[in-house]
């Protein structure tokens, strides 16, 4: 009874820290860094690497999707192989595709390494090589891989595994799992663009390596590389930047070095960042404002946004990331508006979300000293969300789950934290095997990530899967209505088209309709729903041929767009293609689009000519378009033209 009565008192004393009594020191990196890690830690090493192999594997079958477009396979400089690389270097991520100066996107976007990445890919392997899109997705697949088993190499040495310890249930290895498990990861490995993430962070971490390294082993050669390293990971994404505060805050917190030594250490980082932001300036022309305002929704989802609304929605995103980070269900490749709605600061999710963010940065400030991990984590978090967060930058959309990709470290070292290191000891003043009831929580997580990556990883395998995936999770999204019905006018109209299946057609242009005007009514200006719509009245005309209603969605088209060569180029075509159908409504069509829209309320000489001469090139004299030429040619200061329409109109009409 003594004993016990003994033991029991120990225990009270262990759990009340005696008072004035200062944090402990953090451990020096002598000997955890040191040589030997593949010798000892290659199994874990591969288990990370296998990991990423089955969770991802299925992904080399895919082809491009999405903005891998712009980068890839219609990029002018990326096309050109190896004699393409100055180009990409010299310019805008999208001047390859663009082929002229774009300012689409608050701050431009310079990411030239992961395009240059590809470029090589296509000078070794050749552009018209039917596998260089499996050769992609294979690297994308290894540098992840490779990524993981870095954040585990750099976590041995922050977190060594105690005397007796087991590397399955350490903090290192716990941690670099679940962040090669997290679902949010999916669109970065799987979409061949999102090499520039993998890249960013990897070059991030291989910095924060090389810093460590060096006040381990004292060697300026790392202290090169951890600039180096920065650099390029910058040149992959500016999320890289971030570390230019997480590296300090790293040996800050898990050393003992000065914080002079810490300052002159990040030297070389500095120095990095400020040769890619020169680097940026001569490829850009500008920082961060080129000066255009972009009013385009889809470009910038905060026009018409009060200042109130904007700030309130952005902090309604910034809860949403907490929520994806612990439940990353459902997932999404669309965030654009209205997926993510409109709120004011009258919405208690926008207010629950600021007061938890002004929560845990004030409690990190207060106990980082204190050489707790979990204010360490949220540090890191808070700083690699920071740039992308649409509070000091916009990014062009509200949200995304590739954003993640960076924070989800922090996410990843405090779950490894708190399951091998916190639980264990909350359970052990109850049991005598702590670390058995620990994993049974954290096998039961695992096993979740794994499912939903699985599951999540297919809907990337063309633009139909991943449309449709999207358009039932993102259903208030304009885009992912717009582009889910693109996926099935390429891919199932097109293949219908010449088909005598009328009721099959006839279904599907429905299910086109629904959505293209359901993506209207979410965005009434949206110009490539508006485009679509343009193609899918013509499907429905090539169903019914009701020419009035076809001409009447063409108006309300034109009316939105008028100028937009893609629809115009479109319209032309269906000009020439209606050269048969009824004549009276066609020339009716010509008046109102030529003379009443373009002459009298645009004031567009030039295009109210060429609509009307589509009614004279019909070679049918009608007074109506005849004397709508003869004001035009007025107008345009060409009298014989002019007399020439009236006297043809007048023959008509005597």
């Not at 477009?69 to 001047?95: C, E, H, P, R, T």
């Not at 200042?307 to 809860?319: K, N, Q, S, Y």
């Not at 208030?476 to 390429?490: D, G, M, Q, W």
């Not at 378009?625 to 200061?637: F, H, P, R």
Request: hydrophobic content about 50%.
């Amino acid at each position: 009874m003594a004993a016990k009565q003994k033991q029991q008192a120990n225990k009270a004393t262990a759990k009340t820290p005696a008072r004035n009594v200062r944090p402990a020191a953090a451990p020096a990196l002598t000997s955890t860094f040191q040589p030997g890690f593949w010798q000892h830690h290659w199994m874990p090493a591969a288990l990370l690497m296998v990991l990423a192999f089955v969770l991802y594997g299925a992904s080399i079958a895919y082809g491009y999707m999405l903005d891998d477009q712009l980068i890839i396979w219609q990029n002018a400089y990326v096309q050109k192989g190896f004699a393409g690389l100055g180009d990409i270097f010299a310019y805008d991520s999208f001047m390859g595709y663009f082929q002229k100066q774009q300012f689409l996107l608050e701050g431009g976007r310079y990411r030239p390494l992961s395009l240059a990445t590809f470029a090589i890919e296509i000078g070794v392997f050749g552009k018209d090589n039917a596998n260089l899109t499996h050769i992609s997705h294979f690297i994308n697949i290894l540098l992840y891989g490779a990524t993981g088993i870095l954040l585990y190499r750099i976590l041995l040495g922050l977190f060594p595994i105690k005397e007796g310890g087991r590397w399955f249930f350490s903090v290192p290895f716990i941690a670099s799992v679940l962040f090669v498990l997290h679902p949010l990861h999916s669109e970065c490995v799987a979409n061949i663009k999102g090499r520039d993430e993998i890249l960013a962070l990897l070059g991030s971490l291989a910095a924060l390596y090389a810093t460590l390294k060096y006040f381990d082993t004292r060697q300026t050669l790392w202290l090169i590389l951890s600039g180096v390293f920065l650099l390029l990971g910058v040149l992959a994404k500016e999320n890289a930047l971030t570390f230019l505060a997480v590296i300090p805050l790293t040996v800050l917190f898990f050393t003992n070095v000065s914080g002079g030594r810490n300052f002159s250490a990040s030297i070389p980082l500095a120095l990095a960042a400020l040769v890619f932001i020169f680097i940026r300036y001569k490829a850009l022309g500008y920082m961060l404002n080129h000066g255009n305002d972009t009013t385009d929704l889809m470009n910038n989802p905060f026009v018409g946004m009060t200042g109130g609304e904007r700030l309130a929605t952005i902090f309604l995103t910034l809860g949403w990331y907490v929520k994806l980070l612990f439940v990353p269900h459902p997932l999404t490749h669309d965030y654009y508006p209205y997926h993510v709605p409109k709120v004011g600061w009258s919405d208690w999710r926008a207010l629950l979300s600021l007061a938890l963010y002004v929560g845990m940065g004030v409690w990190a400030l207060m106990n980082v000293k204190k050489r707790k991990v979990p204010a360490y984590t949220i540090l890191f978090y808070l700083f690699t969300l920071s740039i992308v967060s649409n509070l000091f930058v916009s990014v062009g959309t509200f949200m995304n789950e590739r954003f993640l990709y960076t924070p989800s470290v922090a996410f990843c070292i405090l779950a490894g934290w708190f399951f091998a290191r916190k639980l264990p000891d909350l359970i052990k003043e109850q049991q005598d095997r702590p670390a058995i009831l620990a994993a049974m929580p954290l096998v039961v997580i695992a096993g979740l990530f794994a499912f939903v990556t699985i599951t999540r990883v297919p809907d990337w395998k063309d633009p139909m899967s991943l449309n449709r995936a999207a358009v039932r999770v993102s259903e208030n999204s304009a885009r992912s209505h717009c582009f889910y019905v693109t996926a099935l006018y390429k891919d199932e109209y097109m293949k219908l088209k010449e088909s005598k299946d009328v009721a099959a057609k006839d279904a599907l242009v429905d299910t086109m309709e629904y959505h293209i005007n359901r993506s209207l009514q979410i965005n009434p200006d949206y110009g490539a729903a508006l485009i679509m719509k343009g193609a899918v009245a013509a499907a429905r005309f090539d169903i019914d041929h009701q020419l009035d209603k076809f001409f009447h969605e063409m108006e309300y088209i034109m009316e939105k767009i008028p100028y937009n060569p893609n629809f115009r180029e479109f319209l032309d075509k269906y000009m020439d293609y209606l050269t048969a159908a009824n004549a009276e409504k066609y020339m009716a069509f010509c008046h109102r689009v030529g003379y009443d829209f373009f002459f009298k309320k645009k004031k567009d000489l030039k295009t109210a000519e060429k609509f009307l001469i589509y009614g004279l090139n019909r070679q049918y004299e009608d007074i109506r378009i005849l004397d709508d030429l003869s004001e035009v040619y007025t107008a345009m200061g060409n009298p014989a033209k002019a007399a020439e329409m009236k006297a043809r109109a007048d023959a008509e009409r005597y």
